[in-house]
């Protein structure tokens, strides 16, 4: 069976709105002024509300508060800022259980987010700076099977999972034998319908697919999947593939130092799940 899901269905599975999309572009733009971004989120009332409580929280500590949308976009920062606009947009879509995936409610929003956290503390020992679109590109690289999801029928995803159990087949080669199509080529579609850079859509349309020669943005997410996994943070039944293997030697991880990785992500994930609790 070849599954197909047109665009106008996409608006409905997971929908944003027309000023997040285009927060979305500008905010991976190294060019992009503060005050742009600050005048995107002032045309959304729900996320401008957010990122002022988010910024004048107990967990930034500031002695003055942020009271102009473009001071909290300063204090927060951009990942920051594309993390609340798309988890104020998606949350109650990433957040739903995926059975057909073994992923219960919140699995796959927290491994996604373990993921993007990895793409930060990388972003932290490397240098030149990383790619812009890597936060957002790991964040959203397993959004199709969200949208898989909600456009399969049960008895597909028993198909699915047949295949899965009795032929020992990772997910992607389940998915790409009986869909003719994967998770991945899905999550990249609805990127594309979303207006995305056409680089961050190709990362997450090719995160199982690492390139022979490094591509920086594509690699990031495949690292930050492989670690996201690796901590136990919301994989399901999907395990980590072997050709992962050659981008974490190319970038100089080995196994102690994907460890270390992991555990600062641990304590990021631990902080950022309180910090939302202040919203």
Known sequence: ???QIKPAELKYLAPMSATLSRLTQVLHDNNTKMSEVARLIELDSGLTANVLRWANSAFFGARMPAESVQAAVVRLGMNNIIQLSLR????SVMKKSVPGYALAENELWRHNMAAALTVEVLGQTQSPPLHPGAFTAAL???????ILGQHLSPAVYQQLRKLMEDEGLPCLEAERRLLETDHAVVGAALAGYWKFPAELVAAI???????PQAEPLLDLVIIANSVAKRIGLGAGS???LPAAEAVLQRWGLDPEGVMTLGQAVQAKI???EEEWKML
């Open 270 to 272: 631990a902080k950022t």
């Open 205 to 211: 349309e090719k995160h199982h697919d690492p390139e």
């Open 140 to 146: 959203l690289h397993d959004v199709g099977k969200v």
């Open 88 to 91: 104020h947009s998606l949350s």
């Open 238 to 240: 999907e395990p980590v």
């Open 1 to 3: 069976m070849r599954v």
